[in-house]
C-alpha cells in the first residue's frame, strides 16, 4: 500500500511540523485547514488590534477561504471537490457561526448524491486567531 505526504503550493503553509495531507492507498487524509492565505499570516475576515486581539471576525469571509484552502490541497493531491467522504469543522462559536457556516456549506456541497458525512464541534480556540478550521477524509481516484 502507498504512502505519500502530500503539500500544495498554494494552500498556507502548516503552522507546525505536519504535510498539508497524507495519501494511504486511496484515501487520502487532510490536515486541518484554515483560512490564512498562503506566504503571509493574513487571515481572511479576520483584523487584528495591535496587541493581536481579534477586533472583526467575519465567518463568511473565512468559511469560503477555508474551502478553497482544502480545494488548493485536495488539488495537489490528485482529488476532486466530490472525492470528499467525510469533513470535520470546528468552529469557535457555534452559536454565532454556525447558521452562516451551514449556509455555505450548502452551496459548496449542494448535490445529496455527493454530499460528505459531517461532523461539526464548538472549541474553545484554534492555533492561529481563526473562527473555523476543517478536517478532511477523502477518497482518491473513484
Not at 28 to 55: A, C, E, N
Not at 103 to 112: A, G, Q, S, V
Amino acid at each position: 500500500m502507498s504512502d505519500t505526504f502530500i503539500s500544495s503550493d498554494k494552500a498556507p503553509e502548516p503552522v507546525g511540523p505536519y504535510p498539508h495531507a497524507r495519501r494511504v492507498g486511496n484515501l487520502l487524509f487532510l490536515s486541518g485547514v484554515g483560512p490564512r492565505q498562503r506566504g503571509s499570516k493574513d487571515i481572511p475576515g479576520v483584523t487584528l488590534d495591535d496587541q493581536g486581539v481579534v477586533v472583526i471576525s467575519d465567518i463568511e469571509i473565512q468559511c469560503r477561504s477555508v474551502f478553497e484552502n482544502v480545494r488548493h490541497v485536495l488539488e495537489a493531491s490528485g482529488a476532486r471537490w466530490e472525492d470528499l467522504v467525510d469533513v470535520t469543522v470546528f468552529l469557535t462559536d457555534m452559536k454565532r457561526d454556525f447558521p452562516t457556516y451551514n449556509r455555505i456549506y450548502k452551496e459548496y456541497f449542494p448535490d445529496p448524491a455527493t454530499q460528505p458525512c459531517r461532523t461539526t464541534v464548538e472549541v474553545g480556540a484554534l492555533p492561529t486567531p481563526i473562527a473555523i478550521e476543517l478536517k478532511c477524509i477523502a477518497v482518491v481516484g473513484r
